[in-house]
């Protein structure tokens, strides 16, 4: 069926009639103005465009269900002026008086498809799909996808989605050529860099560390490797040496982390507290701000045993007994991160930290 002429035929049956505005409202109880060249596409009666029919509600969506179809069939589905039109049908279940269901149902369905854009989708066994439907569509296609996992990946807010690696926008008339694709995964934060002497002479700096390392080449042992790097063992398969590249500012990067404390902490005090009260904690003010909640800041304690703060809560004086840490203090290990003890007990220390 040709949708365009039987638009102009009814067009031309609907100007027969010579309607104003007051005859239609008579004739029809409501009418409306419809334009006949779209003001969406042709521009608005200021720019000239001022060709209008009075019809009926009834008529008045025929007429843009009409048009609409005349447009898919002369310029497809996803041209701009089909989109329009289609649009202008959508639009009309707002303000017009009168609409066909089963019309606006099937309108309703092509608008999801205009609003839809092809993607390319990559899968982990080397898959590549060009899906040209929209990924409602897809999902419903294939259940065990979702929607919003999938939008993520395409967006780059994740990585992957099941075994979807990336998710690209396509032109839908200029599909570019595709290319292999090899998701390049991030370097760890925690990885160090290392050198890896072989036996032919090759030798390699890779920056990932030894188990990504030995995660990309199955045939090498993480444990063995390791092995190697600290000089137990002279080889692994054709590995003769491991090194970490910039060995020295890991140390000094370790280094400036590392924390010291005071001996002050540790050494037997008498804390007075403003009601007149006093204890005697042997432990230091380390082992007293840490069993007693309200005093947790232990760097506090130790301005008023120094005399540079007057008072910290209701404490207001800290006297030390003497310089002999008599219960081995604690620091942090800088390798688990937990408290350990250090031995052994019952040293001066009366200068310096330790």
């Known amino acids: 069926m040709n949708y365009l002429k039987v638009y102009c035929k009814l067009v031309r049956k609907f100007e027969e009639r010579n309607l104003t505005r007051e005859e239609g409202n008579k004739l029809f109880e409501y009418c409306e103005a419809h334009h006949i060249w779209m003001r969406s596409i042709y521009g608005q009666e200021r720019q000239g465009n001022t060709r209008t029919v009075i019809v009926s509600a009834r008529e008045h969506f025929i007429l843009h269900a009409v048009l609409e179809r005349a447009y898919i069939q002369r310029y497809g589905l996803y041209h701009w002026k089909t989109k329009k039109a289609t649009n202008a049908v959508m639009v009309m279940k707002t303000y017009n008086k009168y609409c066909n269901p089963h019309i606006l149902e099937n309108v309703r369905n092509r608008t999801?498809?205009?609003?839809?854009?092809?993607?390319?989708?990559?899968?982990?066994?080397?898959?590549?799909?060009?899906?040209?439907?929209?990924?409602?569509?897809?999902?419903?296609?294939?259940?065990?996808?979702?929607?919003?996992?999938?939008?993520?990946?395409?967006?780059?807010?994740n990585s992957r989605h099941k075994d979807i690696l990336k998710i690209e926008k396509l032109d839908r008339e200029n599909p570019h050529q595709i290319k292999p694709f090899k998701r390049v995964e991030p370097i760890p934060k925690t990885a160090k860099k290392v050198r890896i002497y072989f036996a032919d002479g090759r030798i390699i700096i890779y920056e990932k560390g030894l188990s990504n390392f030995c995660r990309e080449n199955p045939k090498y042992s993480s444990s063995a490797i390791g092995k190697v790097l600290n000089k137990i063992h002279s080889n692994h398969k054709d590995i003769i040496k491991v090194e970490y590249v910039d060995?020295?500012?890991?140390?000094?990067?370790?280094?400036?982390?590392?924390?010291?404390?005071?001996?002050?902490?540790?050494?037997?005090?008498?804390?007075?507290?403003?009601?007149?009260?006093?204890?005697?904690?042997?432990?230091?003010?380390?082992?007293?701000?840490?069993?007693?909640?309200?005093?947790?800041?232990?760097?506090?304690?130790?301005?008023?045993?120094?005399?540079?703060?007057?008072?910290?809560?209701?404490?207001?004086?800290?006297?030390?007994?003497?310089?002999?840490?008599?219960?081995?203090?604690?620091r942090v290990s800088p390798k688990t991160g937990e408290l350990i003890k250090i031995n052994p007990s019952k040293i001066d220390y009366t200068t310096g930290d330790y």
């Open 247 to 330: 060995e020295e500012k890991q140390k000094e990067k370790w280094e400036r982390k590392s924390v010291k404390y005071p001996m002050d902490l540790f050494v037997p005090v008498m804390i007075h507290f403003d009601d007149g009260t006093s204890i005697e904690c042997r432990e230091g003010l380390s082992h007293f701000s840490r069993e007693s909640n309200r005093y947790y800041k232990s760097h506090k304690l130790l301005l008023v045993l120094r005399g540079e703060r007057n008072i910290c809560k209701n404490i207001i004086k800290i006297v030390k007994l003497n310089n002999e840490i008599e219960v081995p203090p604690t």
């Open 112 to 157: 999801i498809k205009q609003k839809s854009y092809p993607i390319r989708i990559y899968f982990e066994d080397g898959r590549i799909i060009d899906w040209y439907e929209s990924k409602p569509e897809f999902c419903r296609q294939n259940p065990q996808y979702k929607h919003g996992a999938m939008h993520l990946v395409q967006c780059g807010k």
